[in-house]
């Protein structure tokens, strides 16, 4: 069974900076994408950031310039380092990740989320 746990999520200033970690476990035999999204109270799940398996990367317009995602060398953990938080960036954030188990076909996973707080 496959597990995505975050970690990193916390309490910071405007003009902060935090590092959120998901690392993947299980049967795992491949990982296409895995990525970051967020959700804010009253508002949809949006996409944050993403990393192919080729590193190939993409981001939400909002965060671009501020927000980096990255990968282990293992790619069974991906991070995102946010710098210059914005009270806007408060939300819950949700590892994804697109993935094949062994002996299984390509399927999505979601981690239980973190919550990202920016507020003085």
């Known amino acids: 069974q496959v597990q995505l746990v975050e970690s990193g999520g916390g309490l910071v200033q405007p003009g902060g900076s935090l590092r959120l970690s998901c690392a993947a476990s299980g049967s795992i035999s491949s990982i296409n994408v895995m990525g970051w999204y967020r959700q804010a109270p009253g508002k949809q799940r949006e996409l944050v950031a993403a990393?192919?398996?080729?590193?190939?990367?993409n981001y939400a317009d909002s965060v671009k310039g501020r927000f980096t995602i990255s990968r282990a060398n293992a790619k069974d953990t991906v991070f995102l380092r946010m710098n210059s938080l914005k009270p806007e960036d408060t939300a819950v954030y949700y590892c994804n990740a697109v993935l094949k188990e062994y002996g299984s076909s390509w399927d999505e996973y979601w981690g239980q989320g973190t919550q990202v707080t920016v507020s003085s």
């Open positions: 990393i192919n398996s080729g590193g190939t990367t």
